[in-house]
């Protein structure tokens, strides 16, 4: 699941929205739904963005916040390292090899150095 996915499940969730009838009104089949909550689809276009928060309603922060999911949650990330060192060849290669493995408090952890490391 992406970060936009499991908000989008959990703004569903809260309104008592089923994945059906939202799909009808967004003008999407619910496979596509269901795909983009379980993070098996891309990142949705901006338009499709605008029509969730058209949707529900949401303004200010909170369509900010959603465009801002939308936008880092890529399921399928290409980390293009040509012209770095080799050790940030390696970490791409090494968190590519063992993200699947990793516990959420490591995600977590790691998450939080790479926040604190902001140029």
């Not at 928060?53 to 909170?62: A, H, K, L, P, V």
């Amino acid at each position: 699941m992406t970060p936009f996915g499991a908000k989008l499940r959990a703004l569903r969730a809260e309104r008592g929205v089923n994945q059906r009838d939202m799909a009808s009104a967004l003008g999407v089949s619910p496979a596509y739904l269901s795909a983009l909550e379980h993070g098996k689809r891309g990142v949705p276009n901006w338009a499709l963005v605008q029509k969730i928060i058209g949707y529900f309603n949401i303004i200010w922060d909170d369509a900010e916040e959603l465009e801002r999911l939308a936008a880092i949650s890529d399921p399928r990330v290409v980390i293009d390292t040509a012209g770095l060192s080799p050790e940030a060849t390696r970490l791409a290669n090494m968190l590519a090899e063992k993200i699947r493995d990793m516990q959420p408090d490591e995600i977590e952890g790691l998450l939080l150095r790479l926040q604190r490391h902001k140029p």
